[in-house]
Structures are given as C-alpha cells and as structure tokens.
C-alpha cells in the first residue's frame, strides 16, 4: 500500500508544479501579446490556479469516479475557510478587519445556495453546469467593472504607469524570452493531465483498501491535498504580518471553485449527488462559509482564539467524515 500514496503525492506535486508554469507561461504570452493586465488577473491567473482542482474533477468523471470530483470541490471549500484561515491564525493574528469584501463574500454565499439547490436535482448535468457558468460569467464581468472603476479613480488621483499594472499580476516577468514561455506552456499542458492521472487512480485505490468510498477521498486527502498551497501561502504571510488579503482569496478561491470547476466538469459528464452530501457535506460548507461574518462585516481579526476554533471544527468534521 506505500506505492498508491507515493503515486498519489507525486501525483499532487506534478499537479502543483503544473498549474503554476502554466500560469506563468499563460500570463506572460497574454501581456506579450497586448491583452491588458486587468484581464489577465481576472481571468488567465484565476482559472491557471484553479487548474489541479478542475482536471482533478475532469479526469474522476472520465474515469467513471464522480464522487472524488464533488468531494474535491466541497471538501476543498470547507478546509480553505476552516483549514487555510485557521492554521495561520494559530501562529499570527490574521489582519483580516481591513478586507474590503463585503460584495464578493454576498456573491459566494449567492453561489454557495446556488450550488446546494442544484445538488438537490440528484446531480450536475449539462443544464446545471450551464446555470453555474452563466452565474460565473456575471461574477466576471461585475469584478472587472469594478476593478476597471477602481482603477480609473486611481488613475485620477495619481498617474499609474502600466508596468505596476503588469508587475501586480501573478507570475508577470516583463523580461521573460518567449524559449521560456513556451516551455511554461509544455510543462503546464503536460504537467497537468499528467498529475491529474496519477492522483485520482491512486487515490482511488487508497479507497478500495480501507473500504470507504471515492466521495470520502475526495472530501479529506485529495480537497486537502489541493489546499496545502494555499495554506502554505497563508502561513508565510501570517509570519511576514502580510496575510491581510487571506480572507478575499478564500472567498474568491470557493466561490471560483462553486461556479467553475464543476460548471466545466457537468458539462463533460454527469456528477451525481449521493444523500451523504445532501445530508451533511454541503451544510457543513455552508456553515464554514457563514463563520465567516464577523470578518467580513464586523471587522473582526481571525486571533490565535478564532484560529482555535476554525482549527477544531475541521478536525471534527474529518473524524466524523472518515467514521
């Protein structure tokens, strides 16, 4: 049994290495190309960092595993609020009272009830996926109208060149040669389905020797797997007094997972919806998204206390998962 979880890890690290040179290598050929940087951060980054996740997603379906792609996506929800923004906590206050998110956590919670009021359809078809992504373009569409304005007022108040616009974009480099972008690029599209592959066969296995199901996987060690970046950045920030904008990447991060990950992956396949999810899964995430009130409008830090707490409730939410 050391061979699967070996496979499994090597799998994960593939994934991450993979959606970061794609990242890197999209971003650059974008801004080389001449589409704008606002663009880019909106689009080409959000889907480029979410990529593990969705071809985590894709593959289970194609594979005739389902239950590990919603597992992935809820599981991943729920350690990124209780997990992501927990740990750190534990080490350093998260100065999370001067998030400016109000709109964009409205927007995920919107998402969130979507998503559930799909799920009681029995599973995501193509009509659901299709409902999803609409609901994802509006989101788009509203971040970049509002970010445009944003910056129209700052530019009001103070000339800002376009090279601060392209050096505030994840995974810039102005300087890159294309030789390297395109082997960004290689890596990324090889890296990814690759990863992808390894992970969720292996995963599945590691659930057929301890006899439980592909969901359970897919809630604790894949969604888990798929947080540690996020928790490791979020970690490094709290210890750098830099975590300040922890809380709007969580809320952007799940609401991005909601609409698009199992938005792309209804399409290519049904994703039926087992009563344990109904039953439990989803609230559990809708409650976790819910803790997040006193953050967002109460102007609360995520203390050492919080961090307690959040830590906790995902520890037993994973006992009672794995029982």
């Known amino acids: 049994m050391i061979m699967p979880w070996l496979l499994s890890g090597l799998?994960?690290?593939?994934?991450?290495?993979?959606?970061?040179?794609?990242?890197?290598?999209?971003v650059n050929l974008s801004l080389r190309v001449g589409i704008p940087a606002l663009i880019?951060?909106?689009?080409?980054?959000?889907?480029?960092?979410?990529?593990?996740?969705?071809?985590?997603?894709?593959?289970a379906v194609l594979e005739g595993k389902p239950g590990l792609a919603l597992g992935n996506v809820v599981g991943s929800n729920t350690a990124n609020i209780l997990l992501v923004?927990?740990?750190?906590?534990?080490?350093?206050?998260?100065?999370?009272?001067?998030?400016?998110?109000?709109?964009?956590?409205?927007?995920?919670?919107?998402?969130t009830l979507l998503f559930i009021g799909l799920a009681f359809r029995g599973a995501f078809d193509v009509t659901a996926g299709i409902i999803l992504l609409a609901a994802l373009s509006f989101v788009l569409f509203d971040a970049f109208r509002d970010a445009r304005q944003h910056r129209k007022a700052a530019a009001a108040m103070a000339l800002a060149a376009t090279e601060d616009d392209e050096a505030d974009v994840e995974g810039a480099d102005p300087d890159m040669p294309w030789w390297q972008i395109i082997l960004f690029l290689l890596l990324g599209l090889i890296g990814l389905p690759l990863g992808a592959d390894l992970l969720v066969d292996n995963a599945s296995i590691i659930a057929?020797?301890?006899?439980?199901?592909?969901?359970?996987?897919?809630?604790?060690?894949?969604?888990?797997?798929?947080?540690?970046?996020?928790?490791?950045?979020t970690v490094m920030a709290a210890l750098r007094k830099q975590a300040d904008v922890a809380l709007g990447n969580v809320i952007g991060?799940?609401?991005?997972?909601?609409?698009?990950?199992?938005?792309?992956?209804s399409l290519v396949g049904n994703v039926p919806v087992t009563p344990s999810f109904l039953q439990f899964d989803l609230w559990v995430m809708l409650g976790a998204s819910l803790l997040?009130?006193?953050?967002?409008?109460?102007?609360?830090?995520?203390?050492?206390?919080?961090?307690?707490?959040?830590?906790s409730l995902y520890l037993i939410y994973i006992v009672i998962v794995l029982i």
């Open 85 to 111: 923004l927990g740990v750190p906590a534990l080490l350093a206050r998260l100065h999370t009272s001067g998030c400016q998110c109000h709109k964009t956590f409205l927007y995920m919670i919107a998402a």
């Open 11 to 26: 799998g994960l690290v593939i994934l991450l290495l993979g959606g970061d040179a794609l990242v890197k290598g999209a």
């Open 253 to 265: 991060s799940n609401m991005f997972n909601l609409l698009a990950i199992i938005g792309i992956t």
């Open 40 to 59: 880019v951060s909106l689009t080409i980054v959000a889907f480029g960092t979410s990529a593990p996740e969705l071809l985590i997603s894709v593959n």
């Open 208 to 233: 057929k020797a301890f006899g439980v199901s592909d969901a359970v996987i897919g809630l604790t060690l894949v969604a888990l797997g798929t947080s540690l970046p996020e928790l490791a950045t």
């Open 292 to 311: 997040l009130i006193p953050f967002v409008f109460l102007k609360q830090d995520i203390g050492k206390a919080w961090g307690i707490v959040l830590t």
